[in-house]
């Protein structure tokens, strides 16, 4: 076989940048707060999908269950899960993959589980959406991540 026909040879094709190379634009608090809202609405079904399976797979007991837990608490860690899950993965909630952007390192790399993980539980911090009138929110600056576009809005 030649080589000039192998399918097993890589492509010939020049890779594209990285995150880390391109100049990062950081998406702006309007963004953000759409990508929010966009989360929050998926964030709400994800609860609403959680309980139907706890009362689909385990019937009254589990949704007993599921009464004894506290509303706060339960949402809390629903929304730890939500965003833990998501973040940590891909480094995009949902939110942030319609509206094109992304969690980053402070580097431009993707952020590491512990980043991923510190910036969820900053999102608890009361009055943490109050400090966007600053530079950047809690749950950006403690866990040192951004938040920066990856394709170009729309026009």
């Known amino acids: 076989m030649t080589s000039e026909f192998?399918?097993?040879?890589?492509?010939d094709s020049a890779l594209t940048e990285s995150v880390a190379e391109q100049r990062r634009e950081l998406a702006s608090n309007w963004r953000r707060l759409g990508t929010w809202l966009i989360d929050y609405v998926c964030?709400?079904?994800?609860?609403a999908l959680f309980g139907?399976?706890?009362g689909?797979?385990?019937?009254?007991?589990g949704v007993a269950a599921l009464r004894k837990i506290p509303n706060f608490m339960l949402g809390l860690m629903?929304?730890?899960a939500y965003y833990c899950f998501f973040e940590g993965i891909w480094a995009r909630t949902p939110?942030?993959?319609?509206?094109?952007?992304?969690?980053?390192?402070?580097?431009?790399?993707k952020p590491e589980f512990g980043q991923v993980v510190g910036r969820t539980l900053c999102r608890f911090i009361p009055f943490d959406a109050l400090s966007f009138f600053g530079d950047a929110g809690w749950h950006d600056s403690i866990p040192?991540?951004?938040v920066v576009l990856v394709r170009s809005p729309v026009k």
């Not at 964030?43 to 609860?47: D, E, G, P, R, Y």
């Not at 689909?56 to 007991?61: C, E, R």
């Open 6 to 11: 192998n399918p097993y040879l890589p492509p």
């Open 56 to 61: 689909l797979l385990f019937g009254q007991a």
């Open 144 to 146: 040192k991540t951004q």
């Open 95 to 109: 939110g942030k993959l319609v509206l094109g952007t992304m969690v980053v390192s402070q580097q431009g790399d």
């Open 52 to 54: 139907v399976l706890v």
């Open 78 to 80: 629903l929304m730890l």
């Open 43 to 47: 964030l709400v079904l994800v609860m």
